[in-house]
């Protein structure tokens, strides 16, 4: 009977711990661009979240949204924002065992959303793609020398999707012959379902600033709520392309009704709400991590001086140093291997 007891023990013991065991997720971070090089001292934060991926980010740049020349690589962007910039940077997060997406933006000056850029006419069109082509190749023949584990091959660019569609599917293709790793594209919230190549990717990746509630500090239950409109479409879409969710961004401001248009970044919005960050958060967490068809995510949006940036006065998107750095630690522990 002592004997018997011992091992309903043991059982009982390995059987708990087995269920709570939760498989590894893409516990991401999107590695800010910055004037200079970086170093073992600014990934050492992005490790300490439990972090296993980190999104690196460098910039192509456009004069007006009518405008087809794609301006990147020289000498006048942030060290960062290059081809160069964006090497080292992988090569330093590498050294600390991190993945890598590697993910080429456009940048419109003034900053006038990426989703509007659409050309006057067909000339104008075919520069686009010419120019884009340059651009997105450069980054993939980088995403294969360094080996990264996915590449995003655009950012927001809906009328340049809708639009052109041809062109996505033979740029897709062109990709393929040069990076053997995983693709996704990154499509706005409310692009996502009108994104007509998803099967032909790897993961179905959307920026998730999805409204969720619209109260000035919504609670983690109404978060929950808010997500019911919007998870069934997500899940729909997983399933009928047969591919997993992956959220490309995801995060919120520390301000009052973060949760309520979550994209938006502007500055006359100051008023700091740092619960009302961490009950969004939470409820994101809550509603899609232990998700099956679900990949994961990457937090928008992480600077690489870990010791100068965020805070508890700080209104903009960044956890650093704020009470929702906490809790993302403890939620990406849940699923690193390293922790359980």
């Given at each position: 009977m002592r004997y018997f007891s011992i091992s309903l023990l043991v059982i009982l013991l390995f059987g708990c711990a087995a269920a709570e065991y939760k498989p590894e997720k893409i516990n991401g971070v999107s590695f800010v661009a910055a004037r200079e090089a970086i170093d073992s001292t600014h990934v050492a934060p992005v490790v300490d979240i439990f972090s296993n991926y980190a999104a690196v980010m460098p910039f192509g740049f456009i004069r007006q949204l009518d405008n087809p020349d794609i301006i990147f690589n020289t000498d006048r962007q942030w060290f960062g924002e290059t081809k160069s910039g964006a090497r080292q940077y992988i090569e330093e997060l590498r050294k600390a065992n991190l993945k890598i997406m590697l993910k080429p933006?456009?940048?419109?000056?003034?900053?006038?959303f990426t989703g509007e850029i659409m050309m006057d006419s067909e000339e104008n069109w075919k520069k686009l793609e010419s120019s884009y082509t340059a651009f997105i190749m450069e980054y993939a023949t980088l995403a294969e020398e360094v080996k990264a584990e996915i590449l995003c091959i655009g950012t927001e660019l809906e009328l340049f999707v809708k639009f052109r569609p041809e062109y996505w599917t033979e740029l897709i293709t062109k990709i393929r012959s040069v990076y053997k790793g995983k693709l996704t594209y990154a499509a706005n919230w409310d692009e996502?379902?009108?994104?007509p190549f998803w099967d032909q990717l790897d993961y179905i990746g959307i920026d998730a600033y999805f409204p969720i509630s619209n109260e000035k500090t919504p609670s983690i239950e109404s978060c929950i709520e808010g997500w019911k409109q919007h998870k069934p479409r997500i899940r729909q879409i997983s399933k009928e392309n047969n591919r997993p969710v992956l959220f490309t961004e995801y995060g919120y401001r520390s301000v009052d009704f973060s949760a309520e248009k979550p994209?938006?970044?502007d500055?006359?919005?100051?008023?700091v709400n740092l619960?009302?960050?961490?009950?969004?958060?939470?409820a994101l967490y809550m509603t899609f991590?232990?998700?099956d068809w679900f990949a994961g995510g990457f937090i928008w949006k992480w600077f690489h001086k870990h010791n100068e940036v965020g805070g508890a006065n700080n209104f903009m998107f960044t956890p650093q140093n704020k009470p929702v750095e906490q809790?993302?630690?403890n939620h990406y522990a849940e699923y690193h291997p390293l922790s359980n």
């Open positions: 933006q456009i940048w419109v000056w003034r900053g006038e996502f379902r009108r994104t994209w938006v970044f500055r006359s919005m100051t008023n619960e009302a960050q961490n009950n969004a958060m939470q991590w232990d998700e809790i993302i630690k």
